[in-house]
């Protein structure tokens, strides 16, 4: 399954905010009600420990959307 099929069933499921990490791929994030969809690549980095990447990325996408800087910047 794609990024964009695992964005796609969320959405269909009545998600208005989809973000699709994707290991070292690129970020897909699509909005419903806006039609909104955005590929977002990052630099890669070789980790020591990946024990809470996810969580961290979650935390720092979250943080940053209730405090409004995601949407000024994208």
């Known amino acids: 399954m794609s990024p964009s099929d695992t964005a796609r ?3 269909g499921l009545g ?4 973000v699709v990490k994707n290991g070292r791929g ?3 994030y699509k909005k419903s009600s806006t039609g909104t969809e955005k ?3 990052l630099e890669t980095v070789l980790p020591t420990d990946t024990t809470g990447a996810g969580d ?16 000024k910047k994208r």
């Open 15 to 18: 998600c208005e905010e989809v």
């Open 9 to 11: 069933r969320y959405l």
């Open 39 to 41: 590929v977002i690549t």
């Open 56 to 71: 961290s990325f979650n935390a720092g996408f979250i943080h940053a959307r209730n405090i409004g800087s995601w949407s």
């Open 26 to 28: 690129p970020i897909l």
